[in-house]
Nanobody, 128 residues
């Protein structure tokens, strides 16, 4: 069964760092691109980052460029989101999801309903 499990969320102060993990099972990372998404209270879900299954190329939303880094460990079948210089507005539930476009087309442009498998989410709270 294709499954994604996020972990690594928690409470962090503004300016701090946190690393999220997305552990994949039932497929390998050369089969699906993996995107990170977030949903803040009262807001719609938005794309954060994505890594291609073909060549590892990456996409970042403008709001996180220069602060977040997506990476993958193929041997561990895990995708990471390293978050630095965190801001209160980064507070959200963070999800990873499979992108069947392979090149992050759906994660980048949408619609998100075409992303096939979602993890359960992990909460990131940035607060003093």
């Amino acid at each position: 069964q294709v499954q994604l499990v996020e972990s690594g969320g928690g409470l962090v102060q503004p300016g701090g760092s946190l690393r999220l993990s997305c552990a994949a099972s039932g497929f390998t990372l050369d089969y699906y691109a993996i995107g990170w998404f977030r949903q803040a209270p009262g807001k719609e879900r938005e794309g954060v980052s994505c890594i291609s299954s073909i060549d590892g190329s990456t996409y970042y939303a403008d709001s996180v460029k220069g602060r977040f880094t997506i990476s993958r460990d193929i041997a561990k079948n895990t995708v990471y989101l390293q978050m630095a210089s965190l801001k209160p507005e980064d507070t959200a539930v963070y999800y990873c999801a499979t992108d069947p476009s392979l090149l992050c087309t759906i994660a980048h442009m949408g619609p998100f309903r075409y992303l096939e498998v979602w993890g359960q989410g992990t909460l990131v709270t940035v607060s003093s």
